[in-house]
Every structure is written in structure tokens, then in C-alpha cells.
């Protein structure tokens, strides 16, 4: 299984942006979808996780500035962030926990990760 995330760059704080990340691969079922984050220097933490029912769990300091969303059919999570701050800065990760096709043998798997730099 593969993840590729896209959508990271350079923005001024309050500006938003929009990261996207797809699966691909021998996928038969995807359960939980997240976004997690590593500051320099900083243990990598979750952002925000999005499960198959629809429940979803933000990190306390991107609450109310941050929306995930997944679209089932395109394999693809969502992470809407606006408002951003400069502590906001890291290079985030997704990561899906699913089950493979055959099998049905359950996996987890990391994106490569993508820049987000809020600086003025």
C-alpha cells in the first residue's frame, strides 16, 4: 500500500492550507484515516484522525482551525488547515490503518510526508 500526500508549502500566518494524501495498492478496507506532525526537534504527534464511521479526534491545538475528511471511494484523506500559526510548522504525515486484499491482513501505512513552513 502506498500513500502519497501532497499539498504542503509556505504560508504566512492566518493564510490555510489544504493537504491531500491517496492510497493505492492492494487494499480492501481502510478504517482509520489521520494526519500527524513532526516539529524540529519534536516527537511526531497526531493532528487529527478520522475513522470509517465518520468519528473523528483533533489534537486540542489545531481544534476549530483544522478539518479532516475522507473520501472513500478515492482512497484520499483530507486536512483543511486555517489559521495557521507559526507553531504549526512540521512536516506532516498521513497515515491509514486498513486491511489488505486476500488476506485481509491488516497493515498500517505512512506517507512520505509534506512540508508545512508558517512564517512571516
Known amino acids: 500500500v502506498q500513500l502519497q500526500a501532497s499539498g504542503g508549502g509556505s504560508v504566512q500566518p492566518g493564510g490555510s492550507l489544504r493537504l491531500s494524501c491517496v492510497a493505492s495498492g492492494r487494499i480492501f478496507s481502510i478504517n482509520d484515516m489521520g494526519w500527524y506532525r513532526q516539529a524540529p526537534g519534536k516527537q511526531r504527534e497526531l493532528v487529527a484522525i478520522i475513522t470509517s464511521g465518520g468519528r473523528i479526534n483533533y489534537a486540542d491545538s489545531v481544534k476549530g482551525r483544522f478539518t479532516i475528511s475522507r473520501d472513500n471511494a478515492k482512497k484520499t484523506v483530507y486536512l483543511q488547515m486555517n489559521s495557521l500559526k507559526p507553531d504549526d510548522t512540521a512536516v506532516y504525515y498521513c497515515?491509514?490503518?486498513?486491511?489488505?486484499?486476500?488476506?485481509?491482513?491488516?497493515?498500517?501505512?505512512w506517507g512520505q510526508g509534506t512540508l508545512v513552513t508558517v512564517s512571516s
Open positions: 497515515n491509514i490503518v486498513g486491511r489488505h486484499l486476500g488476506y485481509l491482513d491488516a497493515f498500517t501505512s
